[in-house]
């Protein structure tokens, strides 16, 4: 199993930019697609970005395509999220995961591990 911490979360205006990132420990991280996933109270955990576990294949919500990017340091066990152009629509509980083989997938079911999560919070 694998722990994973997210950070990086907070309040921001819309427009502005915020980065999280999420630190795995246990088992191999390097060997496997890692994903960010967000979910506001009531509502589904929804896909939001996925890379290869080499790091060179990524996903993309249609919501968030052009705004976001996913990327991968397999040196520090690390998987970011660089998030710019914020919406308020962005506002959510962001969540880290690691999926459960080598496939990279965009949904939850195929993931085996989950972070704690961070809060952002985009004030309009």
């Known amino acids: 199993q694998v722990q994973l911490v997210e950070s990086g979360g907070g309040l921001v205006q819309a427009g502005g930019s915020l980065r999280l990132s999420c630190v795995a420990s246990?088992?191999?991280?390097?060997?496997?697609?890692m994903g960010w996933f967000r979910q506001v109270p009531g509502k589904e955990r929804e896909f939001v970005a996925a890379?290869?576990?080499?790091?060179?294949?990524?996903n993309y919500a249609d919501s968030v395509k052009g705004r976001f990017t996913i990327s991968r340091d397999n040196a520090k066990n690390t998987v970011y999220l660089q998030m710019n152009s914020l919406k308020p629509e962005d506002t959510a509980l962001y969540y880290c995961?690691?999926?459960?083989?080598?496939?990279?997938?965009?949904?939850?079911?195929?993931?085996?591990?989950w972070g704690q999560g961070t809060q952002v919070t985009v004030s309009s």
């Open positions: 995961a690691r999926a459960k083989d080598r496939y990279t997938s965009i949904k939850s079911s195929s993931y085996a591990d």
């Open positions: 246990g088992r191999a991280f390097s060997n496997y697609p």
């Open positions: 890379i290869s576990w080499t790091g060179d294949s990524m």
